[in-house]
């Protein structure tokens, strides 16, 4: 049973920098696609960030320049670093993830992922 557990999330001040990881337990297979989504309250869950173990790091728009997606392969780990935070980043934050290669052009799409976690709430307020 493939396990995928978030941790790092919290409240911080706009402005602040949070960090969320993501380790995979489970099976010893590795990922190639691993990534972040988000939901905030009343919308759907959206695409903020993934990357490919074989080759390609991707970002929502809304992210670029802010956040960073890296991954630890040996550990099948990702991890989100966040800074200058906005109130519109708060949310729960989960943890994706997809054995096989998912094309740039399907890259924030959900269905893809066929893993995930639980989810970790962020909230940025003042």
């Known amino acids: 049973q493939v396990q995928l557990v978030e941790s790092g999330g919290g409240l911080v001040q706009p402005g602040g920098s949070l960090r969320l990881s993501c380790s995979a337990s489970?099976?010893?297979?590795?990922?190639?696609?691993m990534g972040w989504f988000r939901q905030a309250p009343g919308k759907e869950r959206e695409f903020v960030a993934a990357?490919?173990?074989?080759?390609?790091?991707y970002y929502a728009d809304s992210v670029k320049g802010r956040f960073t997606i890296s991954r630890d392969n040996a550990r099948n780990t990702v991890s989100l670093q966040m800074n200058s935070l906005k109130p519109e980043d708060t949310g729960v934050y989960y943890c994706?993830?997809?054995?096989?290669?998912?094309?740039?052009?399907?890259?924030?799409?959900?269905?893809?992922?066929?893993?995930w976690g639980q989810g970790a709430q962020v909230t940025v307020s003042s």
């Open positions: 994706a993830a997809n054995s096989n290669r998912i094309n740039t052009s399907a890259i924030g799409n959900q269905r893809m992922y066929s893993h």
């Open positions: 489970g099976r010893t297979s590795t990922y190639d696609t």
């Open positions: 990357n490919r173990r074989s080759g390609g790091t």
